[in-house]
């Protein structure tokens, strides 16, 4: 079973700033079998992006995934008010699905 | 448009049973694969288990293997979580998710609203 750690807990930063967040898996991801959602309080988890760094129906280019191997990033370019919210990495191609624990991105 | 409901939640008391149920409408319910995650309050998400699209294989998260069994009605499309002798770790938002394939290795692409299960005496 692969264990997701991202990083870091909690970001905080002001609208219009960049986000970095990271995923790290115990072992090697193969297949790119890599995905993020974003969650907002009292929603469902949205879909952002799979495969590492398509993105899914009706997201934004300001947002993008990328990485290889063990290490993955999730980019929001330019944070927008609806951009604040906990995003998860998770990977998948086998049983169990695994997630990461998540990082909130809260505004500054 | 891809809609999942799930019903079924409630509060229940350890060791007892509970059944969750997940409508689906909007798309072709019998060539997707499902999942049911789950989500306890302030915590991540965890998978849980699923199932291909035909209903004929099935997967368990280890925590609740042998305690939760998965099926689907594809003439119905309806997804269901029977789940018994359960604790209170159970506790937690209940979340039916697609698979975008017709076996379950993939990302999830749509999810329910969720329905709240709590175990407590």
């Avoid at chain 1, 995923?23 to 952002?48: E, F, H, N």
């Avoid at chain 2, 309806?78 to 394939?101: F, V």
Wanted: glycine share 12%.
């Amino acid at each position: 079973e692969i264990v997701l750690t991202q990083s870091p807990g909690t970001l905080s930063l002001s609208p219009g700033e960049r986000a970095t967040l990271s995923c790290r898996a115990s072992q090697s991801v193969t297949g790119r079998y890599l995905a993020w959602y974003q969650q907002k309080p009292g929603q469902a988890p949205r879909l952002l992006i799979y495969d590492v760094s398509t993105r899914a129906t009706g997201i934004p280019d300001r947002i993008s995934g990328s990485g290889s191997g063990t290490d993955f990033t999730l980019t929001i370019s330019r944070l927008e008010p609806e951009d604040f919210a906990v995003y998860y990495c998770q990977h998948y191609g086998s049983s169990p699905k695994t997630f990461g624990q998540g990082t909130k991105v809260e505004i500054k | 448009e891809v809609q999942l409901f799930e019903s079924g939640g409630g509060l229940v008391q350890p060791g007892g049973s509970l059944r969750l149920s997940c409508a689906a409408s909007g798309f072709a319910f019998s060539t997707y694969a499902m999942n049911w995650v789950r989500q306890a309050p302030g915590k991540g998400l965890e998978w849980v288990s699923a199932i291909t699209s035909g209903g004929g294989s099935t997967y368990y998260a280890d925590s609740v293997k042998g305690r939760f069994t998965i099926s689907r009605d594809n003439s119905k499309n309806t997804l269901d979580l029977q789940m018994n002798s359960l604790r209170a770790e159970d506790t937690a938002i209940y979340y039916c998710a697609r698979d975008p394939g017709v076996v379950p290795i993939h990302y999830l692409d749509y999810w329910g609203q969720g329905t709240l299960v709590t175990v407590s005496s």
